[in-house]
């Protein structure tokens, strides 16, 4: 026996799952167009700032290539202006699945210098502490602020103003000066992104801490509440919000301040080292995978950030 | 118990305890420490005064009484000047490099940083307009755009060097890219700042794209602009400073600075970042002066 299926049918009554997956598809879809136009730029950026470089081999060599040939060449050299995306792609690979994390040296189980992760942990360990110490010490000072009018007038200025100075591009100084007194490692990265971190957290939280209404921090006056009762018990919660942002903010900074960090200093491990020595060699492809794994790290932090903060504000009921 | 312990003024003793433990322990420390509860007092006084007047000297004696302890601190406890230099050897240093110092700012600010600002924010803004009349873009570059505008695009000095040479150009290349996407996605926010209802009153005077452009939306997607505007002075100068540490001429302020560490003359690398962070300031506050002068409307300006 047959059925025959009416096509309306089932166009009439379109089913749940169409629906979210045609949801899906037109977030989705003009982000992926985007991308695909950006990376279909990059293949024809790579093809014109290359082909400089093949022609000129082929001078050199009198050898005469045809136009594809010429197109292949430009898509696997191995020190390209521009090399192309999927080079970038194999070298992340590569250098990621491709290497062991830990190999055996002098009969020690050590960090594989080659693995990408190694380099990204060398970067993200400090960045890590040093956004804990300083959001954790923003938020401190922040809760001062709140409750001590001098502190507030003699400091937030400053806070303010501090935000003004491109203190990033001076963040190896501070390295340099640090390993003068002897520290060396992960404490003068750290200190570093804490610096980045602190700031902004500083900035968000004493305006999240001033965000509960006048209405509300006088009904917990007629309940003669304390001040670390209003604190624990409106401030902090009503400030979250403000506390994810700006967490936001300072784990972003934090990563840049420890790759701009590891710049001058000669630093041999982490990703911005690997951004220095590839551009001390030439090295396009180590400096471009360097790059786009400093990006997921960027990306991935954000995005656990964003995750905490969901989860956060949906447990509090201000979730969307 | 509560009103017991409010009675009793807490931080006044607790301050005086301090300062006698100290002159037990180390004389230099009672010093420092003696500056700073002193500096502490007299603000709390003032603060609790009140008043605009107030609201200036308080944060002033705070970055004095600052300054002081750095001095204080470096020539009490003999800090070597490699580790760090006292306030007043930095104004030596600056006062005598006034010349070279200014060479520097005028190669990196002005012809790098200034450079990149001016071609970088004008692009998103351009782009902004594409941007703002394609739905289709809005949903596509605007995730990518956030995203971008994460990304630690500092990173991308070393290729700009390499592509566009050690020159200011390169420089300005760098800037042009960090400032870009968050200036793109403030001017975009703020072009959607006006309200349908204000927009639908231009449409029934028959007003043109570009009428209704110049006369609504851009007014009001002004405090967005400016605070894209604002965000990216910092950018500008950190990408135009960073990108001098992959290769410069033997001129500008990242370059400074990386030879100025290796010869390990402080006083003049401290000098180069009392220059950044007075511009970074300026630019800053350039920015919000202009800020208050268009949209003294908005009630942010209010006073």
Known sequence: MTTTVDPTENAA??????????????????????????VLIWYAGAYLMNRSITLDTAERRDVELTAGEVFADTMAQERPRLP???????????????????????????????????HAYQT???????????????????????????????????????????????APIVIVVLNAVGLTGVVPKSLISAYLSFFPVVVGMVKGLRSPSAMDLD??????????????KLRLPSSVPFLFASLKVGIAAALVGTIVAELPTGARFGLG???????????????????????????????????????????????? | MNSAFRSIPILPVAAVAILVVAGFYDLRLWAILAVWLGAWFVNTRLSAMGGPV????????????????????????????????????????????????WADFVQTILKGALMGYVIGCGAAVLVALAVDRS????????????FLAALPIVGTAPIFVMWLGFGPASKAAVVVAMVFFPMLVNAVEGLKASSAMQRDLMHTYAASYGQSLMKLRLPTALPFLFNGLKICTTLALIGAIVAEFFGSPTVGMGFRIKIAVGRLEMGLVWAEIVVAALAGTGFYGLMTLLERQLTFWHPSQRR
């Not at chain 1, 007629?222 to 604190?231: F, G, K, M, R």
């Open chain 2, 135 to 146: 739905l289709f873009l809005q949903k596509g570059l605007l995730p990518v755009g956030a």
């Open chain 1, 84 to 118: 192309a995306p999927h080079q970038v792609i194999a070298e992340l690979w590569n250098t990621t699945a491709g290497e062991e994390m830990f190999r055996i040296r002098r009969g020690e189980l050590r960090p594989n210098p080659r693995s990408l992760f190694f």
């Open chain 1, 219 to 232: 009904l917990l006056r007629t309940y003669s509440a304390s001040a670390s009762e209003t604190l624990f």
């Open chain 1, 13 to 38: 009554v379109p089913c749940a799952f169409c629906v979210a997956m045609r949801r899906v598809a037109g977030a989705v879809l003009p982000a992926l167009t985007v991308v695909g136009v950006i």
């Open chain 1, 273 to 320: 080292a690997r951004l220095l020595t590839g551009s001390y060699y030439g090295q396009t492809i180590q400096i471009w995978s360097a790059l786009f794994m400093a990006a997921i790290c960027a990306a991935a932090l954000v995005a656990l950030l964003g995750l905490a903060e969901r989860i956060t504000l949906r447990r509090m009921g201000l979730g969307a």
């Open chain 2, 54 to 101: 107030v609201a200036i000297w308080v944060p002033v004696i705070f970055g004095a009484t600052l300054l002081v302890i750095w001095e204080l601190a470096v020539r009490l406890y003999e800090i070597s000047p490699v580790i760090l230099p006292a306030p007043s050897a930095i104004a030596v240093a600056f006062a005598e490099n006034t010349d070279l110092l």
């Open chain 1, 124 to 170: 993200l360990a400090p960045t890590i502490l040093g956004f804990i110490i300083g959001s954790l010490a923003g938020l401190l000072l922040a809760i001062g602020i709140v409750h001590n009018r001098a502190m507030d007038l003699s400091v937030m200025p400053w806070a303010i103003a501090s935000q003004t100075i491109p203190i990033l591009a001076v």
